[in-house]
C-alpha cells in the first residue's frame, strides 16, 4: 500500500510527511528540497483493535499500515524534464495512489513559485503534467499495438480504448474521470497511466482556518468542487498544525483534541481516507498473544483472506469462524454468549469477508 505525497514546490508536502510519519525529513523554504522520496509507515487508526486486546487481555496490538513516499515538488513542464520532472513522474509511477497537496493559505512570508495563491492553478499545473507524461507513454504503445494487429485483430479492442484515452487526456481530463466496463478496466489499469491513479486532494489551511473552522476557507470549496469532478476525495487539515500535534505524547494529544473540540486529527481523517480509498478493508484476529488488523480488499473471499496470515491456512482452509465487530461487543465480548445467540457463523471459502470480521480460521495441513 504505497501513496505518493506530490503537490508544487513549498506547499506543506514535507510538513504534512513529517507529521504523518514523524520521520524528520527535511523541509525547507526553496523548491526541490526532496530530490529522492522520503518513505514513512504510518499506522491506520483502529479503535476496535483497543476494544479486542482488553476483551482478550492481549500482550500487543499489531494495526495494519500504509507507506507513504514524499515526492519532491513538481514544476510546468515536469513531463518534459523541468526541474528533474521526469525522475519524480517515475517515482509516482511506482505508488498505488496519490495524495496531491494544494496550498490553501495565504502567507507572504512562504514563496509559491507562480507567486500568487490560486488552489484551481496549482491543481491544473499537477495534473497536465501527469496526462502529458501519460500521453507521450500511450503514444509509444499505441503505435506498437497498431503494429501487432495487423498480424492479431484480437487486438483491436485494446486500440479502440488507448484511443478514447488518449482523445480524453487530448482534452486535458484525467484518465479517472472515464467510465469502463468491468472487463475493460483491468486492460485500463495494466497501462499503469498517471492519471488513472486514484488520488485525494489535500487543502492545506493556515492554523487560524483550521482554528475557527474550513466552513469559510473560499480555496477549500474551490477545491472540494473540482474534486467531486473527478470523483476523488477531499480532506482539509493544517499541515503546520498537525506536525507539532505528533509531536506530542498520546495523553497529550488526545487532550489536544478535545481543546480543539475536534475527536481526531487531520492526519487520522487522512489515513482513512487513504485506506478507503484503494478499496481496502479490515479483518481482526484476536487471541491473549496479540490483537491484530488485516488489510485485504474489498471483495476478498474467505481462503484468500486466510493467506493473508500464513499460506498453510489458505492451502488447509477448512472453515472460517467468524462475527462482526459490532456484535462481539454488543455480546460483553463473551465469545460463548455470542454462540449461544447463534450470532457467531461458521463460513465457507466462498464467504466474502467484510470489514470488522473478528476471525479464527479452522484448517488442516
Known sequence: MKLGIVGLPNVGKSTLFNAIT???AESANYPFCTIEPNVGVVSVPDPRLDALAKIYDSKKIVPTYIEFYDIAGLVKGASKGEGLGNKFLSHIREVEAIVHVVRCF???NIVHVDGSISPLRDIETINLELIFSDMEVLDKRIQKTKKMAKGDAS??????IMDAIYKTLENSLSVRTMEFSEED???VKSLNLLSNKPIIYVANVSEQDFSTGIEDNAYVKQVQEFAQSEKAGVVAICAGLEYEISQ???EERKEFLQDMGIGESGLDKLVKESYSLLGLISFLTAGPMESRAWT???GTKAQQAAGKIHSDIERGFIRAETIAFEDLIASGGNMTAA???GIVRLEGKEYVMKDGDVVLFRFNV
Open 339 to 341: 454462540k449461544e445467540k
Open 155 to 160: 487486438l483491436n479492442k485494446e486500440l479502440e
Open 106 to 108: 495565504d502567507d507572504e
Open 185 to 187: 478496466t483491468e486492460f
Open 296 to 298: 485485504i480488499r474489498k
Open 22 to 24: 514523524n520521520a524528520g
Open 248 to 250: 506530542l505524547d498520546e
